[in-house]
């Protein structure tokens, strides 16, 4: 299983290899579905930038779609937009990165395909302040995430 995560900042481009990428479903009270995806990266980066290339961080980010229903074999090919990152309803984020400090990730556009066996290829772009600069004095920085994702009890699913 492989991917990436690149921030596309204001001084340059990060890019980081995705090192545990899984996802998760639950039910909800409600019935919804609640389904999350989360990635860890190495900390040794592809590519950095002068301001962060001394820390060895490695970012890790997570987002949240909500399903009426999950039959693996019918799911294919599905897109889904969340345009704030923090769910007031939840109060709690369903999309974040977490870099220097948490984050909420905006303008989220997300493609998930499921490939069997529970894999599943998630494309991934939002935006967020930048991870040096939490004052908002720089443009935002975008996030980009790509990779197979690892359903954890899949079986449960199908």
Do not use: C
């Not at 900042?9 to 989360?38: C, H, P, Q, T």
């Not at 991934?124 to 991870?131: A, E, K, P, R």
């Amino acid at each position: 299983m492989m991917g990436t995560m690149i921030l596309k900042r204001f001084n340059g481009i990060e890019k980081f290899k995705l090192l545990e990428s899984r996802a998760y479903v639950v039910r909800r009270a409600d019935e919804a579905i609640m389904m999350w995806f989360e990635t860890e990266t190495d900390s040794q980066a592809i590519m950095s930038v002068d301001d962060t290339a001394n820390f060895a961080r490695n970012p890790n980010a997570e987002i949240t779609v909500y399903l009426d229903k999950l039959i693996l074999k019918e799911f294919g090919i599905r897109t889904f937009e969340l345009s704030q990152g923090y769910n007031e309803e939840n109060r709690d984020l369903d999309a974040r990165l977490y870099y220097f400090e948490h984050q909420d990730v905006n303008e989220n556009l997300i493609k998930l395909e499921y490939r069997g066996n529970g894999v599943f290829f998630l494309q991934w772009s939002g935006t967020t302040i930048d991870i040096s600069y939490y004052d908002d004095s720089k443009p935002k920085t975008i996030l980009e995430i790509e990779g197979d994702f690892l359903l954890e009890d899949y079986t449960s699913w199908e």
